[in-house]
């Protein structure tokens, strides 16, 4: 059910872009058109891979195939019916006759030339939909309740630090260590950047998964990746905890990590009082 409505959005989402493209002498619309919807298309692909809480890339895939041939289906539906022909006719009509990118007049690309530009958008098209795939179904899955990691719980920015320190860091560490973003940066006063931590956790606060990004405190935007997509247990929660508070006694816990650390304390943890 939940894969049936995905694909009518995704139809939806199709069937817009085929009424702005047909409706348009210019046919290098049809390209912005889907550039302009391409976060929604992730999006709304991703809000219905979380509803069937699937638990692996490959049962998102396939629910992610079936939500872009709804997309590609509409589309070409939708912009054969406004051409006065069908589902067929309208790849012979772009065969044969082409597309004009900028109105009556202009250069207009047919044949191979356009087969190729096509492929190219079904490509863009492929990166959307298993993109968000590949994003949802390699979050952690909880057995217990049945969810993936996918409740913000906590963000929050940590310390302040020199902006070429954290660059080189993203560089020359991999996406999982943890321990030396903890250890090998060392705070900088005078530094332009931050570094913007999340944590999300399944429904039923079990299990938990961290990221860590570069943050310009000037601009307000999270850079570089430093830890990405981090899967841990109530332990990694402890530890980060600890850490931030190391850095700044009065940074403000949400109080369900909170009550995980009161539970699961690190050695060598702030005193009680903290709390």
């Known amino acids: 059910m939940i894969t049936l409505l995905g694909s009518i959005v995704s139809a939806i989402n199709g069937s817009a872009v085929a009424l702005i493209s047909v409706s348009h002498a210019w046919g290098i619309v049809s390209l912005l058109a889907l550039l302009a919807i391409a976060y929604w298309i992730v999006q709304s692909t991703k809000f219905f891979l979380r509803k069937a809480r699937i638990h692996s890339f490959a049962l998102g895939a396939a629910m992610a195939l079936a939500m872009m041939a709804s997309y590609v289906f509409a589309e070409t539906q939708i912009s054969a019916s406004l051409m006065g022909t069908d589902f067929a006719g309208f790849y012979v009509s772009r065969w044969q006759s082409g597309l004009t990118l900028f109105g009556s007049g202009s250069w207009a690309i047919g044949g191979w030339l356009w087969a190729v530009c096509y492929v190219l958008k079904m490509l863009l098209l492929l990166i959307l939909f298993f993109g968000a795939a590949a994003d949802e179904g390699d979050r952690p899955f909880c057995e217990s309740c049945g969810s993936a990691t996918t409740q913000l719980v906590w963000k929050q920015t940590v310390g ?12 020359t560490n991999g996406q999982w260590n943890l321990g030396g973003l903890m250890t090998m940066l060392e705070q900088d006063q005078s530094g332009g950047s931050a570094i913007y931590i999340r944590i999300w956790t399944c429904a039923c606060g079990l299990r ?11 601009t307000k935007i999270a850079g570089s990746e430093l830890v990405g997509f981090l899967p841990m247990g109530a332990a990694g929660v402890s530890g980060i905890v600890q850490w931030v508070w190391s850095i700044d006694p009065e940074t403000e816990i949400p109080e369900a990590l909170l009550a ?3 539970d699961n304390p690190p050695v060598d943890s702030p005193d009680e009082s903290d709390w």
């Open 260 to 262: 995980i650390y009161r």
């Open 208 to 218: 938990f998964e961290f990221k860590a990004e570069a943050y310009d405190l000037s």
């Open 160 to 171: 302040r630090y020199d902006t070429d320190n954290l660059k080189a860091y993203a560089g």
